[in-house]
């Protein structure tokens, strides 16, 4: 069977590591949509808002570190998953951006096409800003090469791209794209940069490494582990490399949070002459809280693609060559102090204590005592900083650019990926995307979502307090979870959260959604610990 511009681009997808597809259809799209449901290349699910079917794309990339798959519609679709794709960029997250355009000969026709905004090439240029590459593939001649440039962009800068293929042009014949095609290394020069790395990190009193997502974006956890094992040094995560090495053997400090968290971490990290800071996003929420505390002129970083430190910069090193170059040489330094593991809560009460969001830790770090560890999607607000506090696990979340919303695509393309999770969710949040899980039953998805309800935007409260349009109704969302396809309890006390749990986990028939009653103004240890050392932050900032 011959190829078309469609099945090559699902095959050329298929062949990059990329898993399944996430959806909505729309005109302009409908026969992308007829070729990848016939044609069975990649598994399809479709949801039911375009902002859910980026997050699920965008999850689906984090959890595998391969290319995740959003398919929408011209302009009503694409524009309105612009949030999603920007969240992707900011992240780093090689999300597949693939929008049915208008035909190749409607532009000629003198009149405007319902979905335009300003030209037909509004949403291009729209998305140049979200986006590393772009194409439109209206020449089949030339499409293979201009999808392979673009699915390469994805994976080697771990970043959303954008492919608009027109309507008309679905069917038309084309040639196979090429395989993917690495860039070759320079391992001269980085071998040259690891070694002035190794000397310095041999040479300080008190070295460190931190560790960020795109260890996990270009899947060099097992990698990283090992150099880490034989150096010897403390080692930490950061606050958006929450999940990092669950599954790998690597003593972790945890993950750091300068002033709001561990201060055993933030002594090392704040403390150290020479930090090694592999794939490390330098955002607000990594360093915000206690970006002063930290000698950048210290610091060795290794990110998108380039290595910089004191008066050296080495660009066009990937992170893997360079792990690659440092493992050749690598030699114990040892200068780790004691074997420092992160506190969990556990023992939640069972009795009529009421809740509190602290408590939803600790009845997690419980539940996987007794039966194993589960990967978690988390949502933005105290839900993401309780989900901090719960056993070190494979974990997804919003943690620098923080939108409201992810948290329950996400979990559902951690299902899709045949794992059970737990998404923890806020009721501000689920009012966005939560109804999202009305398509689990369609999938046999069966999360388990435990739902934070303060009848507020709690976590903007603690930031300004006072306004009362902070507060929420209550919607009863444990009685609608029913007539989604799934299970619903509304739980208040300690007890009732630990037997819920129970009941859930041991029925995977259906989603289960856990409704936590919780007082307004009621937050989580983690969170109030950082919001604190943002006030101080800013404080000492004014002065």
């Avoid at 990967?375 to 974990?395: Q, R």
């Amino acid at each position: 069977m011959s190829e078309t511009l469609a099945t090559a681009l699902l095959h050329a997808l298929k062949s990059r590591g990329a898993r399944n597809i996430f959806g909505i259809p729309g005109d302009f799209v409908l026969p992308f949509f007829r070729v990848i449901e016939d044609s069975n290349i990649l598994p399809f699910y479709t949801l039911s808002h375009e902002p859910s079917v980026g997050y699920a794309a965008d999850a689906s990339a984090r959890i595998s570190s391969t290319l995740g798959v959003a398919v929408i519609t011209y302009g009503a679709g694409a524009l309105n998953m612009v949030n999603a794709v920007a969240q992707a960029y900011a992240e780093k997250s090689p999300l597949v951006v693939i929008s049915g355009g208008p035909g190749k000969g409607e532009g000629e026709l003198g009149l405007g096409l319902h979905h335009q905004v300003k030209t037909l090439n509004s949403q291009l240029e729209i998305y140049k800003e979200l986006t590393c590459d772009q194409t439109v593939l209206n020449n089949p001649a030339t499409a293979p090469a201009d999808i392979a440039r673009v699915l390469d962009s994805a994976q080697k800068q771990s970043r959303p791209v954008y492919i608009e293929i027109p309507r008309d042009l679905v069917d038309a014949p084309c040639g196979p794209v090429p395989a993917y095609t690495p860039d070759t290394p320079d391992m001269d020069a980085a071998r040259a940069c690891a070694t002035e790395i190794l000397t310095r990190l041999k040479s300080a009193k008190s070295p460190a490494i931190l560790i960020g997502v795109e260890s996990r974006r270009y899947g060099l956890e097992n990698k990283i582990g090992k150099l880490c094992k034989t150096l010897g040094i403390p080692v930490a995560t950061s606050f958006m490399g929450r999940g990092l090495f669950a599954e790998h053997d690597l003593p972790l400090l945890g993950t750091y949070l300068g002033t709001a968290g561990d201060e055993h971490i933030a002594q090392s990290i704040e403390g150290a002459d020479a930090l090694l800071m592999l794939g490390v996003i330098t955002s607000d929420t990594n360093f915000g809280v206690s970006g002063k505390n930290i000698d950048m002129r210290g610091a060795i970083s290794a990110f998108d693609n380039a290595v910089d430190f004191a008066h050296y910069s080495y660009p066009n090193i990937t992170l893997e060559t360079l792990i690659d170059a440092m493992a050749e040489i690598a030699e114990p330094i040892g200068k780790a102090t004691g074997n420092h593991k992160p506190a969990y809560s556990r023992g939640l009460p069972d009795d009529d204590t009421p809740l509190s969001p602290s408590h939803i830790a600790t009845a997690v770090n419980d539940l996987f005592a007794t039966h194993g560890r589960m990967p978690i999607a988390s949502d933005m607000g105290d839900c993401f900083f309780t989900g901090l506090e719960i056993e070190n696990t494979e974990f997804a979340g919003p943690g620098y650019y923080a939108s409201m919303g992810p948290g329950v695509p996400a979990g559902m393309a951690i299902a899709a990926s045949g794992k059970r999770p737990i998404v923890l969710v806020g009721d501000g949040a689920f009012q966005m995307t939560g109804w999202e899980l009305g398509n689990c039953r369609k999938y046999g998805w069966a999360p388990i979502v435990i739902l934070f309800n303060n009848k507020s935007w709690e976590m903007l409260r603690t930031f300004q307090p006072g306004p009362g349009y902070h507060d929420l109704d209550d919607w009863h969302y444990a009685q609608i979870a029913p007539h989604l396809g799934g299970k619903g309890v509304r739980v208040q006390t300690c007890a009732e959260l630990k037997q819920a749990l129970e009941v859930a986990h041991a029925d995977d028939s259906c989603f289960q959604l856990i409704e936590v009653m919780l007082e307004r103004g009621d937050v989580s240890d983690t969170l109030a610990g950082f919001v604190d050392a943002v006030r101080k932050m800013s404080a000492l900032g004014n002065e």
